[in-house]
């Protein structure tokens, strides 16, 4: 990526929120309400505790290992998460369980900036449930590591594949407008943009994209209002980060 295309975020799609709800961050096992404020020692007993919850194969619970590899997300123990997510996939009575483990293991190898072995988490989700809860979720994220490694054409169409595989999915909207931007397809982009916002995807990032949109529509009084529309959530965004530090 160019100097200008790292002021545009690319959504890496994160589905530990809603409307997947197979991802829970909180456990009531492990709640952990903000893992910045988690005084060191606190933290690596919390670390024990999950360790200790890797157990045996034959008592193994996929589902169990999955909630665990997402508190180790949420301590920022990526590695411990990619090893967990791994096992769980291993150990999944149904395709569903499997595919969101690999789908989990790609964004743990994503936030580690492994694009290879995020690609290959994320294409294996799609191999063992092409169709199912959780395709959607892999394209999102495929199409990021894609562009990640430079891959623009494939991005684009995994990009249009999480769109198809669930039109209710915000950040696949917005990632097939970014492509679209980058394409110079300002019309599509702006649609697509239009429907990640519609569909709750509100940060600063996508206002920014729809300004590049309407300026190469040639809308620039739009396209103005978008960008301080922008600025605005930005400074909001980066007032709660201070906030919560």
Request: net charge negative.
């Amino acid at each position: 990526m160019t100097e200008d295309d790292e002021r545009h975020e690319f959504s890496s799609g994160q589905g530990f929120e809603e409307p997947y709800e197979g991802f829970d961050l909180d456990p009531p096992e492990l709640d952990v309400d903000d893992p910045t404020q988690v005084d060191p020692v606190d933290s690596r007993a919390l670390t024990d505790l999950l360790d200790d919850r890797n157990i045996a194969a034959d008592e193994v619970d996929a589902d169990q290992l999955i909630d665990v590899g997402i508190e180790y997300m949420s301590i920022n123990r990526h590695e411990q998460a990619v090893e967990t997510f791994e096992r769980a996939a291993r150990y999944a009575e149904d395709d569903t369980r499997e595919a969101e483990a690999w789908v989990s293991k790609g964004i743990a190898h994503g936030e580690l900036e492994e694009w290879d072995a995020a690609v290959s988490a994320h294409r294996e989700a799609l191999h063992v449930d092409e169709d199912g809860e959780f395709a959607a979720l892999a394209h999102t994220n495929l199409a990021y590591a894609l562009w990640e490694r430079g891959e623009t054409e494939p991005a684009f169409e995994h990009a249009e594949d999480a769109v198809k595989a669930d039109r209710r999915v915000p950040q696949a909207w917005y990632n097939l407008g970014f492509i679209q931007v980058e394409q110079g397809r300002h019309e599509d982009a702006l649609e697509c943009l239009d429907n990640a916002i519609r569909l709750g995807f509100t940060e600063s990032a996508v206002y920014e994209e729809k300004a590049r949109a309407l300026e190469g529509l040639e809308r620039d009084e739009e396209a103005a209002e978008m960008r301080e529309t922008a600025t605005e959530m930005q400074e909001a965004e980066e007032e709660r980060l201070v906030q919560q530090e």
